[in-house]
């Protein structure tokens, strides 16, 4: 088991930064891709960024692509997404996730564990 507590969210102006943590414990989680996902009130969960196992190849979604940052520290077993440039339709709780696949991923059904999300609102 992979235990996933996610940290960060908050309510923020549209132009301001946030930065979500994600502290990973359990069973060999410093292997894994992990990504972040988010899922706004009425819509679907959707992708936003994923980083490999050794902490490169790092992909995004179109929609954050230049604003939000993907980044890990192995040695601490934590996972960061820095957004900048907030917009209100980043407004969503933030899930962060793990894959026993050890390369970046965007599919969610990949990913085995997830946290219990962090909310943000962002306010315009």
């Known amino acids: 088991q992979v235990q996933l507590v996610e940290s960060g969210g908050g309510l923020v102006q549209a132009g301001g930064s946030l930065r979500l943590s994600c502290a990973a414990s359990?069973?060999?989680?410093?292997?894994?891709?992990m990504g972040w996902f988010r899922q706004a009130p009425g819509k679907e969960r959707q992708f936003v960024a994923a980083?490999?196992?050794?902490?490169?190849?790092?992909d995004y979604a179109i929609s954050v692509k230049g604003r939000f940052t993907i980044s890990r520290d192995n040695a601490k077993n934590t996972v960061y997404l820095q957004m900048n440039s907030l917009k209100p339709e980043d407004t969503a709780v933030y899930y962060c996730?793990?894959?026993?696949?050890?390369?970046?991923?965007?599919?969610?059904?990949?990913?085995?564990?997830w946290g219990q999300g962090t909310q943000v609102t962002v306010s315009s």
């Open positions: 359990g069973r060999t989680s410093s292997n894994r891709a």
């Open positions: 980083i490999s196992w050794r902490g490169d190849l790092p």
């Open positions: 996730a793990a894959t026993a696949e050890r390369f970046t991923t965007a599919r969610a059904r990949i990913y085995d564990y």
